[in-house]
């Protein structure tokens, strides 16, 4: 397991544990089929501060995001500590962890044509949270969804569409608009701009950071795209079969990454605006491994180009890899050799 601690990690100006907005501590989810989706996880986001969630599809970002505010299976085991605002929603009541939902944290999912019904005016399912939980009048609560419309670039008119009379990109900005409902102060966006072209992504983007900096709301984006997450957010931590190999400062992580598996995640995701390099974004050879046969040692190790005979056996824990930078590999302590190792991944396979 990852027990190591992020505290000093939070680059710019880390607020004491006890007045971070979530702090995420040695969180393990496992599936009822025995999926290790996430293990020994430690996150912490504060208000005002941007945290990036990156790792290809299936290395547990989702789990992670639902984890948070008990949106997991039935049967699914969940152990560990998600303090939010100190209080911990692993150990809430119900009716509490509801209420937290949408007060305390919310989540902007991907796809929104599938998170809107399509039968209902988008002002009445931005209403419905607000006459629930901050138990408004209609007349308030009206007020409000026209408020938050135009908040996130929507005339306050268009409360009355229906989700298919809006474009991609508006349906996003009215998920937005829901999110933000019941004013939380935490925004977990689990790929938010993916289903947009890059155009619309960019705008729906620049808008998270708005309402997060005039807010001083806490962001977590989670994305396989790690030059989407260095765009937007202070600091990535990158995650792999379940566990976060590598965390920092996002522009360090992005051009100086310290892990293997950063390093390729960087490579597949050329900048945003580089729209030549990205129509064909380099694939990491191989696929991430199985959560319930996970391999010995460092679980990347069947893939990595860099691997030495140990880490078949050895697993190594995050450490530092330079200035609020951590790896959990190996080689964290230096430059990852430019070429492959005797024992690189490419020559045990061939
Ligand atoms: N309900 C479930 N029951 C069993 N296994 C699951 C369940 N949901 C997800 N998993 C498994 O858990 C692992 C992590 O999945 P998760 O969806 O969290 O990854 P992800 O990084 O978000 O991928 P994606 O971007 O494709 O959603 C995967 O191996 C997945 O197959």
């Not at 569409?161 to 937005?176: D, F, K, N, T, W």
């Not at 001083?216 to 995650?239: K, Y």
Request: net charge negative; hydrophobic share 40%.
């Amino acid at each position: 397991m990852n027990h190591v601690s992020n505290d000093d990690v939070a680059a710019g100006g880390a607020r004491p544990a006890e007045q971070r907005l979530l702090d995420v501590k040695n969180l393990e989810v496992t599936y009822a089929n025995g999926a290790a989706a996430v293990r020994g996880v430690h996150l912490s986001v504060d208000a005002g501060q941007k945290l990036g969630v990156a790792g290809e599809s299936g290395c547990g970002k989702s789990t992670l995001a639902l984890a948070l505010l008990r949106l997991l299976p039935a049967g699914t085991k969940v152990s560990g500590e998600i303090l939010l605002d100190g209080e911990d929603v692993l150990t809430m009541k119900w009716g509490r962890v509801r209420a937290v939902r949408w007060a305390g944290a919310s989540i902007v999912f991907q796809g929104a044509m599938h998170s809107l019904n399509a039968v209902h005016r988008i002002g009445d399912q931005i209403a419905e949270p607000i006459l629930l939980h901050k138990k408004a009048t209609q007349t308030g609560a009206k007020k409000k969804v026209g408020e938050l419309l135009e908040h996130v670039g929507l005339p306050a008119a268009r409360a009355d569409a229906y989700p298919h009379e809006l474009s991609g990109g508006q349906r996003q900005r009215v998920m937005i608009a829901m999110a933000l409902a019941c004013d939380p102060r935490l925004i977990i966006a689990d790929e938010p701009t993916t289903a947009l072209d890059v155009m619309i992504q960019a705008q729906i983007l620049r808008l998270i950071e708005q309402l997060v900096a005039e807010q001083d709301l806490g962001l977590m984006m989670i994305s396989h795209d790690l030059a989407v997450l260095s765009d937007t957010c202070d600091r990535l931590a990158v995650m792999y079969a379940g566990r976060v190999v590598e965390e920092g400062p996002a522009s360090e992580v992005y051009e100086n990454a310290r892990h293997p598996y950063g390093k390729a995640l960087s490579a597949a995701f050329p900048r945003i605006g580089d729209a030549a390099s990205r129509f064909a974004p380099r694939g990491l050879p191989g696929d991430p491994p199985d959560p319930s046969a996970l391999p010995s040692g460092c679980t990347f190790h069947p893939r990595c180009p860099v691997a030495l005979d140990s880490c078949a056996t050895d697993d190594q824990a995050l450490r530092d890899a330079g200035p609020h930078h951590r790896s959990a590999c190996v080689h964290a302590g230096s430059q990852l050799p430019a070429q492959p190792t005797s024992a690189s991944a490419a020559e045990r396979t061939s």
